[in-house]
């Protein structure tokens, strides 16, 4: 017990003359991780009987310096920053750092080029929820239970039964069309979509989609025709050549996809275009009967056409980059590119 009630008092005279920080570090290591510990060890080597006394008072000991060290560093540290101020001249008159600017995500630059252009043809932006029932998001579409159609999309289904991530912002037409029923529509519906799929080069299990639904007493397809052609050249251009393909699309009859002159090649063949000379930008088509009904229209009345594209393949286009993975990989480098 004597040898530590020495130790606490030889302890903490030398820690009253510690002069700076390294001194302290010196303390620290000799003390605390020194001797100390050596001393609170010796208990083993104790009678029994007198083992709990001499352990309680190493502990007191221990606390003690410990507290005594802490109080210590926070003053030296005290010290240091006010020797650093009186000593080195600070000119607050010089300029700070600059701050970093930020860059509007390359998808975002592209979903406000497209809200602007379709801004500009009259239509007004509706958004749904990404989270959806499985009967508006196929069943409603023209897509009942069991459905072939349904193996396009490959689902992310939650715990709930019949509630799931929506596979594609079509979903928003029948939403849309029963606010609005029965006056006429010209909506664009952007928003994310998820599907359970192989991230690849040209693949993600998130991505953006813009929707477009018009409908009126005589919509037609010369209408969607002249829509999507306006589009096309505004966003990529007045030179632009577009191309329409019959297609199939269980919501839409008769459906169509939408093709353009690849940018790269201008129309002459290269690897973006797989020698083709042509890149897909968005399937559409007119209404079914079945969802104008669904949504609250009557097809012998009204008609209407929608359509559907990708920003993310849109802005691969005008950029040319290769792998969609890029827009989710937070790579500075990759995004820096796209100042705005």
């Keep these: 017990m004597s040898e530590l009630e020495a130790l606490e008092q030889r302890a903490l005279a030398e820690l009253q003359v510690c002069a700076d920080e390294a001194a302290l570090r ?11 510990d050596r ?16 352990g309680k ?16 560093a926070a003053a030296e ?10 000593s080195d001249a600070l000119d607050v008159t010089l300029p700070g750092r600059p701050a970093r600017r930020g ?40 897509m ?17 039964p019949g509630v799931l991530l929506r596979t594609h912002t079509s979903p928003g037409q029948i939403h849309v069309m029963r606010e609005l029923c029965p006056q006429p529509i010209r909506v664009i519906l952007p928003g994310m979509c998820y599907r359970y799929e192989a991230i690849t080069m040209r693949s993600e299990i998130m991505f953006h989609q813009v929707e477009g639904l018009a409908i009126g007493e005589r919509v037609t397809m010369a209408d969607l025709k002249g829509t999507l052609i306006a589009f096309a050249r505004r966003l990529f251009g007045d ?29 002459e063949g290269c690897g973006l275009c797989k020698r083709s000379g042509w890149l897909e ?23 209407g056409f929608a359509f559907g594209m990708g920003p993310e393949r849109i802005a691969m286009l005008t950029y040319a980059i290769d792998d969609i993975r890029q827009f989710w990989s937070n790579d500075l480098r990759f995004l820096q590119q796209f100042g705005a």
């Design 26 to 36: 010196a303390w620290n290591t000799h003390y605390l991780k020194g001797e100390l």
């Design 39 to 54: 001393a609170v060890k010796m208990v083993g080597s104790l009678p029994p009987a007198e083992r709990p006394i001499y």
């Design 57 to 72: 008072r190493a502990n007191e000991v221990k606390k003690k310096l410990n507290e005594a060290y802490e109080t210590a």
């Design 77 to 86: 540290k005290e010290r240091a920053l006010e020797r650093s101020l009186t």
């Design 103 to 142: 860059r509007l995500h390359v998808s975002t630059q592209t979903l406000r080029s497209i809200y602007a252009i379709f801004a500009d043809l009259g239509f007004q932006i509706y958004r749904s929820s990404e989270v959806e029932d499985d009967e508006t998001n196929f069943g409603l579409l023209n």
């Design 144 to 160: 009942p239970e069991h459905h072939p159609a349904r193996d396009m999309w490959d689902t992310f289904h939650t715990t709930k």
């Design 239 to 267: 030179q632009r050549k577009v191309r329409i393909r019959s297609s199939y699309f269980p919501f839409t009859e008769p459906s169509i996809e939408v093709d353009m002159d690849c940018i790269v090649c201008s129309g």
């Design 281 to 303: 930008i968005l399937g559409a088509g007119m209404v079914h009967p079945v969802v104008l009904r669904n949504g609250g229209y009557d097809p012998e009345r009204f008609s």
